[in-house]
């Protein structure tokens, strides 16, 4: 499986040269072989995959179209609800939470064939690039054992990565799909704010939270946003847009383009093969005829602020819902009402997650709520303002996805530094934009680099054709 | 006590749940009285991943309700979440619109024994019930019924403008005409469809500033609410006078016990962390809305107040009763349709109508009888088809139950008899067995003849005609004179 392409496979589905079941088995025995070693799967969907697998085959076999990613195993966060599985967000409270409807996202892609196959580790409810927040242990880089595999969406990408599944989704607040396929060798998406539903992800912070789709090459990731895309009536932040194949521009290129690499990510601390990968990247860019330039973006690190301010304000709000009372962890050690919320608060919750909550809860409080909520509102705003400005000049912009090219399982890296790793990623969860981060180059030790490139809102095509562009000549 | 060294100043908070089809947030239905639960989903019951979609209908009738109240209809409002910890609250935020409301600086004119006056309307904003808690004390156990949540609710909240509690009950009772005659709610004080706050303070007559008020809640009918204003004032005045100060408060009334107990001191109020909704855009009221409103805007109380007094020549005194009770104007139109006979339409309905509405503890709205069976059964009694003794009967058998006047009467023999011959023959028995009566209308006596007419009807089981009856025991009775 390790070398074939959804596009493929579909194909190869169709004209019986695979069985549905047989690929199926085939990841069902991956994750079988090599989920003790790797933890990407929280829960697994087995015995109603191949269930599944035979209905689609059958159907198949009678001559119907079972849609474009018919028969294709796909893995998805645990935050993300499908009807009838538990959905936990990595944490212990909802460690027996059994979802009572589907996300829009999945029925999207059961509309279209797809088998889900289980649902992955992550950072406790999306808080956190490590996926070492979680309550279910940690998850391990399918690159190299002994690193980690990003955050929040970690065990997304190792299922990929370990060919557990063959695409994936996971979700992306400040950096949660990006970060990870950059992490693991894989092509991560951000999606415009408001492209894909969010009907059905557990909320983390509302005005940043978009489903992505991760996968081991550009085209498959095309495929898959294709599926999760467009409006929905149950998600009213979500976005008209057109129905667009994707799949047929990626191979476009990128001549007349103009690409713009902000001066300002160059900080001391970015690694210099990373810098090395951008730069490398810049070069393929315009030797295929696009016009790079550099660029200034003012003030970056006032970006991971104000996405931290307005994140956490919205998370304390958000997660107010698991206290207890209607379903999910109730501590058992109680006397009145309020006993039982702060309880169940204390054990139900890690401290990352309790940690954000009241950060969150402090920035929204009487008296703080105009200096940070309101001046983070502000913050962002200009932010959008000066990145809209360079969008009228340049159609994308390059950059880093991470500061480091890999961060060991036994490294204790302070949690403010964590935090301030997400320079690159943020701003497109601030402003809206999507982002993609894809595989180009490799460190001395061999572990994967990836590369961003950022487009104006609903510019997904551009932005794919790209990366398209730098995914054939990685390693040249 | 000395009261009118003191003023007070009332601002009302009031609650009106609006009667659209489905809940605010999502399409459950809003139907009151259900079994608890049924009328829940992912959205209204606070499911992880669910999101609020904004009902159309709600933002209409909130319009339009602004506008009655001569309000500034907002075209871009926002709604924010205000974030507090209760079981009836699924989400544990509530979504309102604290910053930018749907509706502002409005007024409505009351009449007080001043003359008139314009209370000022400060905002209407729009906001989703909670559920109910039911506690089971012997179990020591809480279930939660989450069908309220997610109903939708209005806030008007007035300026301190009134000056005693005869003034907030002429507002309220008007306002909730209002709200009824455009049907955004049935405004049910005992039901929890309109909930009123009542802040008051008081300050020496002299004096600029307003008082320090307190926050006066569980008021459940008009008459508690205006019992619980005049206690406030005087706890308030009598606290000042011993030379106390006011705490800003919130209180509970006890109706039973006629007195008022502290709920939440300052101390104690809540940091409610307002923040705008993100999973809401904002909401705009475009002017086809606004020209929807303005077309589809009804008669008010003394519009149609004139109409039935200019129009449909009934008594101003039924007039005004009827046009108390939205319901009762349309039952009262909708019969007329049908049965062009206004005034004896109106006299069935302030009449027997009040009579067993106020016996029944009854709304107008729970009135069983179609018009198409009362304006039956005014035909039949104009028609002398049954008397008005049976009639009486009929029509509350008709009020409670809707039955077919025609029908009724026909199954169980109710018919008037107007048969001579039949009738005569009763009285000449009547007067036969009853010599002392005959006597004494005939010594002069016309008491006697009440009697006479009663032992009449006995005889002919109540379905005589009474004029019948009269007219020929005179016949008879004077015969011998």
């Known amino acids: ?433 999507p982002a993609i981060s894809v595989p180009f180059g490799k460190n001395e030790c061999g572990l994967p680099i990836g590369v961003q490139i950022m487009g104006k809102s609903f510019s997904e095509e551009t932005i794919l054709r790209a990366a398209f562009l730098l995914e054939q000549r990685n390693g040249d | 006590m000395r009261m009118n060294e003191y003023k007070m100043d009332i601002g009302l908070e009031i609650h009106i749940e609006l009667s659209t089809d489905t809940k605010i947030f999502c399409k459950c239905s809003t139907q009151f009285g259900c079994e608890p639960n049924v009328n829940t989903c992912p959205v209204c019951t606070g499911m992880p991943g669910a999101l609020p979609v904004l009902n159309k209908q709600a933002v209409r009738y909130a319009a339009a309700v602004g506008d009655a109240l001569n309000c500034k209809i907002n075209t871009i409002s926002k709604f924010d979440r205000k974030n507090y910890y209760y079981p009836d609250n699924p989400q544990n935020y509530q979504i309102t619109q604290f910053y930018t409301p749907i509706c502002e600086n409005g007024y409505l004119e009351i009449d007080t024994i001043d003359g008139k006056k314009n209370i000022g309307i400060r905002e209407i904003h729009m906001e989703e019930d909670a559920g109910k808690l039911l506690h089971n004390d012997l179990k020591n156990v809480s279930f939660i019924d989450y069908n309220r949540a997610g109903v939708p609710l209005i806030e008007i909240v007035t300026m301190p403008d009134f000056s005693n509690g005869d003034e907030v009950t002429c507002f309220l009772e008007k306002l909730r005409l209002i709200i009824q005659y455009l049907q955004v709610s049935d405004c049910k004080l005992n039901e929890g469809s309109m909930r009123v706050d009542v802040n008051l303070s008081v300050r020496k007559k002299e004096c600029e500033e307003l008082g320090t008020r307190t926050e006066m809640k569980n008021l459940n009918s008009f008459r508690a609410i205006k019992r619980a204003i005049d206690n406030e004032a005087s706890r308030q005045i009598e606290v000042l006078k011993n030379g106390g100060i006011i705490d800003m408060e919130t209180r509970r009334w006890d109706d039973l016990k006629e007195e008022s107990f502290v709920m939440r001191s300052k101390e104690e109020a809540k940091d409610y962390r307002y923040f705008p909704e993100p999973d809401l855009p904002m909401v705009y009221v475009d002017d086809a809305m606004l020209k929807d409103i303005e077309l589809s805007k009804p008669q008010f109380r003394h519009e149609k107040n004139d109409y039935y007094i200019n129009e449909l020549k009934i008594p101003e005194y039924d007039a005004k009763l009827i046009t108390l009770d939205y319901d009762m104007t349309v039952l009262f139109e909708e019969t007329v349709k049908i049965c062009d006979k206004p005034k004896n339409i109106s006299n069935w309905l302030i009449g027997e109508a009040n009579r067993i509405l106020k016996e029944k503890e009854w709304d107008a709205c729970d009135i069983k009888m179609s018009p198409k069976n009362f304006a039956m059964f005014v035909n039949m009694v104009s028609e002398g088809i049954i008397n008005s003794n049976v009639a009486k009967v009929v029509f509350e058998k008709m009020f409670l139950e809707d039955i077919n006047p025609e029908k009724y009467v026909e199954e169980n023999g109710l018919k008037q008899n107007s048969d001579g011959e039949m009738i005569k023959k009763i009285v000449q028995d009547v007067i036969n067995d009853n010599e002392q009566s005959v006597r004494d209308y005939k010594a002069g006596k016309d008491k006697a003849i009440g009697y006479l007419v009663g032992q009449v009807m006995k005889k002919a089981a109540g379905k005589a005609n009474p004029k019948l009856v009269n007219e020929l025991l005179l016949e008879e009775l004077r015969k011998d004179m």
């Open chain 1, 1 to 433: 499986m390790n070398r074939r392409t959804v596009l493929e496979t579909v194909k190869d589905i169709k004209s019986g040269k695979i069985r549905i079941k047989d690929l199926i088995q085939e990841c069902i025995e991956n994750i079988e072989k090599k989920d003790n070693t790797y933890n990407a799967f929280i829960s697994l969907n087995k015995e109603n995959a191949i269930d599944r697998a035979e209905k689609l085959q059958a159907r198949l076999d009678a001559g119907e179209d079972i849609g474009i990613l018919g028969g294709i195993p796909v893995a998805i966060k645990d935050n993300i609800l499908v009807e009838g599985l538990k959905t936990t967000c990595g944490s212990k409270m909802l460690e027996n939470y059994m979802a009572p409807y589907s996300a829009t996202v999945i029925n999207k892609l059961e509309e279209n064939g797809a088998i889900i196959i289980g649902k992955t580790n992550m950072d406790e409810f999306a808080m956190g690039s490590t996926t070492k927040t979680s309550y279910y242990g940690e998850t391990k880089n399918p690159v190299n054992i002994e690193y980690i595999p990003g955050g929040s969406s970690g065990g997304s990408a190792t299922a990929i990565g370990t060919d557990m599944c063959m695409v994936s989704l996971g979700s992306d607040t400040g950096g949660s799909v990006r970060q990870p396929a950059a992490f693991c060798g894989l092509v991560g998406l951000k999606p415009t704010y408001g492209m894909v539903s969010r009907y059905g992800l557990v909320a983390y912070a509302s005005s940043f939270d978009q489903i992505g789709p991760m996968g081991k090459t550009v085209e498959d990731v095309a495929l898959t946003l294709q599926v999760i895309m467009g409006c929905d009536s149950k998600d009213s932040t979500s976005q008209f847009n057109l129905e667009k194949d994707y799949l047929s521009t990626l191979s476009k290129g990128v001549k007349g383009l103009k690409v713009g690499i902000p001066r300002e990510f160059f900080t001391e601390d970015l690694e210099d093969s990373i810098k090395e990968s951008v730069i490398n990247a810049a070069k393929v860019l315009e030797d295929n005829g696009a016009i790079v330039e550099e660029i200034n973006v003012g003030n970056t690190e006032y970006a991971v602020m104000a996405y931290y301010i307005i994140a956490c304000a919205q998370a304390s709000s958000n997660l107010a819902r698991f206290d207890g009372v209607k379903y999910g962890y109730r501590s058992m050690n109680y006397e009145s009402l309020g006993e039982m919320y702060d309880n169940t608060w204390k054990e139900g919750f890690g401290e990352e997650v309790r940690k954000r909550i009241s950060l969150g809860e402090y920035v929204l409080s009487s008296g703080f709520y105009e200096e940070h909520y309101l001046k983070a509102l502000k913050v962002r705003r200009l932010i959008w303002e000066e990145y809209e400005k360079h969008f009228e000049k340049y159609d994308l912009i390059l950059s880093p996805v991470t500061k480091v090219s890999g961060i060991k399982l036994s490294d204790d890296v302070d949690s403010v530094k964590l935090y301030m790793d997400d320079l690159y990623t943020v701003s497109a969860n601030l402003c809206g934009y």
